[in-house]
């Protein structure tokens, strides 16, 4: 995770915004006099607005953060308005689950006011937030939203590539064909079970299960993903735990160090979520702790309710992708590889345009959206390469295709590395290396086998000829510059 390419090191500086962003939030809370439940739904109303805003622009980006309180805002007033009504709260809670998915399909605007909506009414359970508290809770994200939109649009403008969504543009569908409709209805009937068995559990904390089960359906989109998503989060949400026994219960709640750690949770969450969740996890659990330690409310026994839950979560989302409206993992493993090479071609041309000479060719963008891209492809392939699959050939087949489409990646970065380079010139042999990359990505994408190169896409994806390889091996771009 720490060795994972941070290209232009945009992880590590949107993850520093991100501290700033939040801790900026909190601070402006306080100093306004807020009470400490508004002061901490503030905080997490900042970091929401950071994580889940990802359009493409800078533009659209604003925009989407200025709609955040549309969104949460009359989920905030419901969500206190019927703490003590558990029927209502309820049902309202489950409304909110299934319209917080179904927007998904409207790409990442309705992504994060989805997600937004979603974590308002959730917020308000875990602070056990009550009807008189609303004119300060909207204070407090009013504030959180200025503080985060100045930091994120004016003090330090970070330009990241807009993440991949879960399924990519390729599947579309319609009615119950498309992939965010049965997400949608899949994560509903689990979030009900869950609400239900976790309260069984706790009267007061059973939010958790119905937490996990939403978190587990965020950014997957088959059910081979969303159930290794799930082994992910009880395996982060165990370390977590763990962690809170060593780090926050010995705090006590103390304000000063607790809320340093909380400053390096939120640097981990985002530092670590494009790579590993369960490393991410690791980082959400410990700061739950750490809040509830503030709350003063911490001690063994909850943090283990907590496990509890979250198993609880996971188990639903599992069955719920098993048995309800199941979505395959093989169309959407093939879409995103497909991408991820159309985007090695991309930065290829681009550097071949750079070194020909051409200012305004950059790779750079490309180089940025192809590490994102095998993200979204590993997180595709994740079942089939799991230690728990059964099945054998086709994980020897899947790992094949990540160490192939990594080749690629390590290729185009020194590929880039040289365009970056001013005094690199063109150099005939290189031109060459990058034809045959181009042309090898359109012998591999060709839609039909029959078409040309459709033996190779095959090889690609592991079906015959193993010995064919993705990128030819003359590219050696690495031995020098403009060298071959």
Request: net charge positive; charged share 10%.
């Given at each position: 995770m720490f060795v994972a390419p941070d290209p232009g090191l945009l992880r590590l500086r949107t993850s520093l915004r991100a501290v700033i962003g939040v801790g900026l939030a909190v601070l402006l809370a306080e100093w306004a006099g807020l009470s400490l439940t508004a002061s901490i739904t503030g905080g997490l109303a900042a970091l929401l607005a950071l994580f889940t805003v990802t359009d493409p622009t800078v533009r659209a980006q604003a925009t989407t953060t200025l709609l955040l309180p549309a969104a949460g805002f009359p989920v905030l007033a419901l969500a206190t308005t019927l703490h003590g009504v558990t029927l209502l709260r309820d049902a309202a809670f489950l409304l909110v689950v299934l319209g917080g998915v179904y927007a998904r399909r409207w790409g990442p605007r309705g992504h994060?006011?989805?997600?937004?909506?979603?974590?308002?009414?959730?917020?308000?359970q875990f602070l056990h937030a009550v009807p008189g508290q609303l004119p300060e809770l909207y204070a407090a994200v009013g504030i959180a939203l200025a503080a985060t939109g100045a930091v994120r649009?004016?003090?330090?403008?970070?330009?990241?590539?807009?993440p991949p969504p879960a399924v990519p543009p390729a599947l579309p569908g319609t009615g119950?064909?498309?992939?965010?409709?049965?997400?949608?209805?899949?994560?509903?009937?689990?979030?009900?079970?869950?609400?239900?068995?976790?309260?069984?559990?706790?009267?007061?904390?059973?939010?958790?299960?119905?937490?996990?089960?939403?978190?587990?359906f965020v950014n997957t989109a088959s059910r081979g993903e969303t159930l290794v998503r799930g082994f992910r989060r009880v395996l982060g949400t165990v370390i977590g735990i763990a962690a809170?026994?060593?780090?926050?219960?010995?705090?006590?709640?103390?304000?000063?160090?607790?809320?340093?750690?909380?400053?390096?949770?939120?640097?981990?969450?985002?530092?670590?979520?494009?790579?590993?969740?369960?490393?991410?996890?690791?980082?959400v659990t410990v700061m739950a702790g750490l809040l509830y330690g503030l709350l003063g409310v911490l001690d063994p026994a909850l943090l283990v309710l907590r496990l509890e839950e979250?198993?609880?979560?996971?188990?639903?989302?599992?069955?719920?992708?098993?048995?309800?409206?199941?979505?395959?993992?093989?169309?959407?493993?093939?879409?995103?590889?497909?991408?991820?090479?159309?985007?090695?071609?991309?930065?290829?041309?681009?550097?071949?345009?750079?070194?020909?000479?051409?200012?305004?060719?950059?790779?750079?963008?490309?180089?940025?959206e192809l590490e994102l891209l095998l993200g979204r492809v590993r997180l595709s392939l994740a079942p089939l390469v799991h230690p728990l699959s059964p099945y054998r050939a086709r994980k020897a087949r899947a790992r094949r295709v990540i160490a192939l489409l990594d080749a690629c990646a390590a290729e185009v970065r020194g590929l880039v590395s040289v365009a970056a380079d001013p005094s690199a010139g063109h150099d005939a042999r290189l031109a060459a290396a990058c034809w045959r990359v181009e042309a090898a990505v359109e012998a591999l994408t060709s839609s039909e086998a029959e078409r040309p190169g459709g033996a190779e896409r095959a090889c690609l994806l592991g079906r015959s000829r193993p010995h064919c390889r993705v990128l030819p091996p003359g590219l050696g771009v690495r031995r020098g510059r403009g060298g071959s």
């Open positions: 994060a006011l989805g997600i937004f909506a979603f974590m308002n009414f959730f917020i308000t649009f004016v003090l330090w403008p970070v330009e990241r590539r807009t119950l064909a498309r992939v965010t409709t049965r997400q949608a209805i899949q994560a509903t009937a689990a979030c009900a079970v869950a609400l239900s068995v976790g309260q069984i559990l706790s009267e007061d904390r059973w939010y958790w299960a119905v937490g996990t089960t939403w978190w587990i809170g026994m060593l780090i926050a219960i010995p705090l006590h709640g103390a304000p000063v160090p607790t809320a340093l750690l909380v400053a390096l949770c939120v640097f981990g969450i985002f530092y670590t979520a494009p790579v590993s969740y369960s490393w991410m996890m690791l980082a979250t198993a609880v979560g996971a188990v639903c989302a599992a069955l719920s992708v098993v048995l309800i409206l199941p979505v395959t993992t093989h169309a959407t493993n093939d879409a995103w590889i497909q991408r991820a090479l159309h985007c090695v071609r991309a930065a290829t041309s681009a550097s071949l345009r750079r070194l020909s000479g051409e200012p305004g060719a950059d790779p750079t963008p490309h180089a940025a």
